[in-house]
């Protein structure tokens, strides 16, 4: 469909019916605003939605689903629009929910330590409103200044720390829903719940092919008594993956533990100056964080064991500006990536961690063999790889040769057991590869779950499980900064 | 019936059930003992071939678990798949369904490692730990069983062998069924095996024990405890029927951190409280017989539903023990207790706005009496969904789950 053209057919006949339901100004149909939605964080991939709703109350949610439902158009839910699998990406003739405007932090429960949220609050809203009281949410995703509880709950988002943490899912106790059918269900509460099939825990991280969450309560965490950041740097990636496996197979469970290789640090270095230790082949960041008696010892050992490891310095950190000071490049080096090459893919893959090693080398070789740069760049704890395939677009063919790259470093992945998708989702991007790491009856069952609840197939259809129409398509290209950092609305790494 | 014939021969031995065999009462015409997934895979393909009724078992501990089955005619034994895979280096282990839990436990301890859950129950399998799905007290630092499961390999009602998840702890691909197999008592699929991810062994443990002589005292101690940094790996309530209660607080760390941690809980506590270094005997464990309800209620509720099954319970001696700080409770029913005194307590719990009460062991006069099991279920027409896409003919445990699910 041509993007200039007015939504037509099925969606276009609901447009009335949409502006009872969210008001004149809660439904978008003008061309030009329409495509301000048009992708996601992975802008690759865009369609422009046929109508975009933007409700304000989960009953307007309720109703919009059921008039898609009753007229066997799809939707699409959106939270802010930061994901990077394409989980997003608009229906060209269905409806673009979105929940933006439903970011009241209903209640902040300190005696029963939890949080009830609407789905469109950001996720730092929710640790902004905690912390007075001395709690925070756990999971920060690196888009958590914007990134929407709903998201996250859709996405089942982890972050930095889910090393020690966990993901959203290891968080939320409580979800009202709106199913495809567009009934409201409330799930769980601010109790542990026990009741019947754990259908909240089914819910997240099913990119919103199952309903729309229109109210979360999520448990809060103690802020920790003390927190250290501490900052190694190697002179090659062998031995700061050793650190890793001696910090890990010591007991020591660090709340984050994250690597960079060269290219890596060289880009931040360029891009902020992060003043990184000269001549670092790899740089681990750990956090420790507790009570603060843990914490010391924690400490002591860790710096002992990366010395051992082959760290020619060590720096700790324990006050905010400079534990900041430390992020600061592993923090940039996404953005900071995109300054030294035209464009690139983030690739987003998992590994046991004992297998980094032998995978680090053969992307090294891969990398070799093809010419293509690759920067490294990771969450080394749990083995959670973000390669950072680098091209020219200008140049003909380059993007196909880092596609072939990026797919190769997927491969790389499942060959020893890991996966394609640590924490971007599958979205659209990856619903292809679904079968390199599912049989064909594992992904039959994963169907039959959602057809049980979508059995209309209406519910972010094409999304996370591979379809014909669907694969055949590219993977993501990035290409420079994205948008929101740009704009220094968010941070990704 | 047919079954018998050329399904021994293919990894999985049969036999006729016995009264041993009994679920509910209902004695099974045939049990089968797969020797792996792929033999559990064939014999649940023939028994859906002939409409066949089916229930697991693995340790049997919990066969009295769940409501009543409709329908009993093969019994799946699955103690033959029991198997180890420890990955240490990964903190990773993905366990055959019929391993022993004790047999897993002791693997792991002789590398430093543990899957971070108390069972609840001793003498079961890995598989019915996870079908029966509760958890005992050590929880708050490292999650639920649900929270440690990575990835599930399960049988189908229809034979087919379907995986979800997988070996590592970070993974988003694909819908995370495992949640749902997790205390779902076998009636969505047969857990064949399971992949948990695991912690390291903590170096110190100790356990503050302070006796709590009224619900007044054991509120102010949870708050107390709530205000401080200490990260406790357990904050357990036992509620005698008769006598004072206590609160247990388990801490655990590096031998220097958890003593100063230690004294901070004592003097958080005040008055007489005794400090171990080993767990007490029998930790998590809930009782064997007697109905036994699972009290679920808002954290900071918990003393207050404690004291009120309590008073529910009148003279009945309703035992109630729990994570007091995850507002997990159970109460326990001393056996014979009759179903008038059950359903007086789970109707006084479940008229309280925010509190659940769900029966996960009732003695057979309380079956027999009609108790609802499980009270009003939110979500229960798209569990019903979710059943029948999974299990269409539901021949899987029918009637042991919410809802006659």
Known sequence: MSETEAPRTAVAALVPRLREICGEDGVLTDTSRRRTYESDGLPHHHALPGVVVLPTTADQVAAVVRLCAGNGVPFVPRGAGTGLSAGALPHAEGVLLVTSRMRRVIEIDVENECAVVEPGVANLDVTRAAAPYGYYYAPDPSSQQVCSVGGNVAENSGGAHCLKYGFTVNHVRGLDIVTPSGEQVRLGGKGPGAHGYDLIGAFIGSEGTLGVATRVTVGLTRSPERTVTLLSAFTSMDAGGRAVSSIISAGVLPSAVEMMDALAIEAAERAVACDYPAGAAAVLVVELDGPAVEVDAQLAE??????????????????????????????????????????????????PRTALPEVLRRITELSAATGIRVANVFHAGDGNLHPLVLFDDAEPGAAERAEEVSGAILDLCI????????????????????????????????????RALDPDGIANPDKLLPTPRLCGERPGVRKGVHPLVEAGRAEQF | MTLVEGLDAEGCALREGTGADAVGGLVPARVALPSDTRALGRVMSAAAGEGLTVVARGGGTAMDWGGLPRGLDLLVDTTGLSWIEHIAGDLVVEVGAGTPVAELFEVLAAAGQRLSVDPVRAGGTVGGMVATGVSGPRRLLNGALRDLVIGMTVVRADGVVARSGGRVVKNVAGYDL???????????????????????????????????????????????????????????????????????????GTPEGVEARVTEVVEALGGESAVADTLPEGWGLLPVEGTLALVSVPPAESVRAATRVGELAADADVRVSGSARSGTLYASFPPGTGAVGVETVLGGVRSTPGWSATLLRAEPHVHAAGTDLWGEV????????????????????PGRFAGGI
């Open chain 1, 415 to 450: 060959e020893h057991g890991g996966s394609i998708t640590g924490e971007h989702g599958v979205g659209v991007d990856k619903a292809c590869k679904m079968p390199r790491m599912y049989g064909p009856d594992d992904l039959a069952t994963f169907d039959l779950f959602r």
């Open chain 2, 178 to 252: 495992a949640k749902l197999h997790t205390g779902g008592l076998g009636t969505l699929g047969v857990v064949a095996s399971v992949a948990f991810r695991l912690h390291p062994v903590p170096r110190a443990l100790r356990v503050v024990t302070r006796p709590v002589p009224s619900g007044a005292h054991a509120e102010r101690m949870l708050t107390v405890l709530r205000r401080s940094t200490v990260t406790p790996s357990a904050v357990e309530l036992d509620w005698p029927p008769e006598g004072p209660g206590s609160l247990r607080v388990v801490l655990e």
């Open chain 1, 302 to 351: 860790v710096t002992r064991l990366c010395s051992e490891a082959g760290a020619f310095e060590t720096r700790t950190a324990s006050g905010a500006d400079e534990r900041a000071r430390i992020w600061k490049g592993r923090k940039s080096a996404f953005a900071a990536v995109g300054r030294i090459s035209p464009s690139y893919i983030v690739q987003d893959g998992v590994v």
């Open chain 2, 378 to 397: 939110p979500g229960l027409p798209l569990m019903r969904a979710v059943k029948d896409s999974l299990d269409p003919d539901h021949r899987l445990a």
